[in-house]
């Protein structure tokens, strides 16, 4: 022992091998030190490529033109593909492919592996990715429609899943007359998918974007205004199914909440037409008095339900109404409100309207 201790002072920064022969062979430390990192990287980058996550959903990724294998590193990390960009740049350089990843949208998943990861980018996309852009105010059937004409998913499915499936507490409606439990929170936005999606990932897509875009401070909003999300819901449900211009929405919610402080119906036509097995623009008499939980005009208070799914401004006109005293309101030819305070007024911009 005191032998190697000399030789190490006499050598310095140096190990010593000892051999059979006694023979001594010296290797530089920083040879020793840089082999030992490169084994330590090499188990840790191995086990972040062959080690999967715990989680399946399906992430649509764009890498574009230019990017460098950094920023699809990043990107992939930012999605919670991979465990760590870093750990990815290098397994590219390693294997020389932080030049060969293609270009386009691919459809991954956070179950992957870095090297599976990485493997999918070298052979390019090989899923099309449908886009699909679903309109503010649209029903659960017409989503339902639409999603299948892209052939995104199958109608029935949504369907099926629309009138039982809560994926939030707050999504909960327990009244029997209900229609679809998730109308009103089916968020209208721009969404991408692969054909043949499972629904219920096109409803948690829809349904998480609503939980976000409604966000504390909404929410809190609605606390202070005494309102709870289904009502906030249904509530803009109906701004969003009379208002064509975003003027009219916080007077058309400021209406409909005079009228509930009277115990006034709200007698909305929107709601008519939601209970109809098929709809028209122009709403009867005879159609005032149809047989359903639905028809605001001859149920007091709100309707069980929303009648289609709003967008963000038909739910901060809701938060945010701009306060009158108008009971009435009547679009022209152009969808542009005339308000009045009372029946008689009312009657006069209808016939002036006509």
């Known amino acids: ?4 201790l000399q030789n190490i002072e006499k050598y310095g920064k140096k ?16 040879y020793v030190i840089g082999v030992f990192f490169l084994f330590m990287l090499t188990v840790l980058i191995g086990f972040h490529s062959i080690t999967p996550a715990d989680d399946q959903e399906q992430i649509v990724i764009n890498v574009k033109p230019g990017m460098r294998t950094s920023q699809i ?24 492919l932080d030049k060969g990843m293609k270009v386009g949208e691919y459809v991954l998943h956070r179950g992957m592996s870095s090297t599976a990861v990485m493997d999918e980018l070298i052979k390019g996309p090989q899923t099309v990715v449908i886009k699909v852009t679903v309109p503010e105010g649209y029903t659960v059937e ?3 429609d639409l999603l299948e004409r892209k052939k995104i998913t199958s109608k029935q499915d949504f369907l099926t899943l ?25 968020f209208p936005d721009t969404y991408e ?19 976000k875009k409604i966000d504390a401070s909404l929410r809190e909003r609605a606390k202070q205004m005494n309102l709870s999300m289904h009502e906030l819901v249904v509530m803009a449900s109906l701004v969003e199914a009379e208002a064509k211009f975003n003027e009219d929405r916080p007077l058309i919610a400021q209406v409909f909440f005079n009228r509930l402080k009277i115990n006034m119906p709200l007698q909305s036509d929107t709601t008519i037409q939601y ?9 009867s008499i005879k159609d005032t008095k149809i047989d359903s939980p639905y028809n605001t005009y001859i149920h007091y208070g709100l309707p069980p339900g929303a009648v289609d799914n709003p967008g963000i401004a038909s739910v901060r006109a809701v938060l945010y109404p701009q306060m009158n005293d108008y009971l009435y309101f009547v679009a022209d030819s152009e969808g542009h409100n005339h308000y009045s305070r009372t029946y008689q007024e009312h009657l006069i911009n209808v016939n002036n309207i006509e």
Not at 1 to 4: A, Q
Not at 193 to 200: M, Q, V, W
């Open 1 to 4: 022992m005191s032998d190697i």
């Open 15 to 30: 190990i010593f091998l000892y051999v059979k022969n006694d023979k001594i062979f010296s290797i530089p430390l920083k």
């Open 73 to 96: 590193a990043e990107l992939l990390k930012d999605k919670n593909i991979i465990y760590h960009d870093v750990y990815f740049k290098i397994l590219a350089q390693l294997k020389g």
């Open 142 to 144: 017409q989503i339902a």
């Open 162 to 186: 629309a009138k039982k499936y809560i994926p939030y507490e707050y999504m909960q409606n327990s009244d029997p007359n209900v229609k679809y439990k998730l109308e009103g929170y089916l």
């Open 193 to 211: 998918f692969i054909e043949d999606t499972p629904a219920k990932k096109v409803i948690d897509a829809m349904t998480g974007e609503f939980d």
């Open 275 to 283: 209970a109809m097995i098929e709809r028209k623009e122009n709403v």
